[in-house]
């Protein structure tokens, strides 16, 4: 007799701007210090990432950065834009 599979109880799930049903699915693995990166489509999993718990940190500070850097891009578009240039 086939267990039914247990889901985790921490997860999310991410859609893709593009459609066709993609999307990227999140779940941490508490009993195996596990996190999982699955890509979807059309509820089928085209393929997963396994990241051991000790690497999210790293993730994390590079998913930081990355918005750190747009956040600050955006702000001095917004900054330009607002500031008339002072031409003589």
């Given at each position: 007799m086939v267990q039914p599979r247990?889901?985790?109880?921490t997860g999310a799930v991410f859609l893709d701007p593009r459609g066709d049903d993609r999307s990227l699915r999140v779940t941490w693995h508490q009993e195996s210090q596990l996190v999982v990166l699955s890509l979807w489509r059309d509820n089928v999993c085209?393929?997963?990432?396994r990241l051991s718990a000790?690497?999210?940190?790293?993730?994390?500070?590079?998913?930081r950065r990355g918005l750190?850097?747009?956040?600050?891009?955006?702000?001095?578009r917004v900054a330009r834009?607002?500031?008339?240039?002072?031409v003589g």
């Open positions: 247990t889901l985790p109880r085209a393929g997963t990432f000790d690497e999210v940190p790293d993730l994390i500070a590079l998913l750190d850097e747009a956040y600050d891009a955006a702000r001095e834009v607002e500031r008339p240039s002072e």
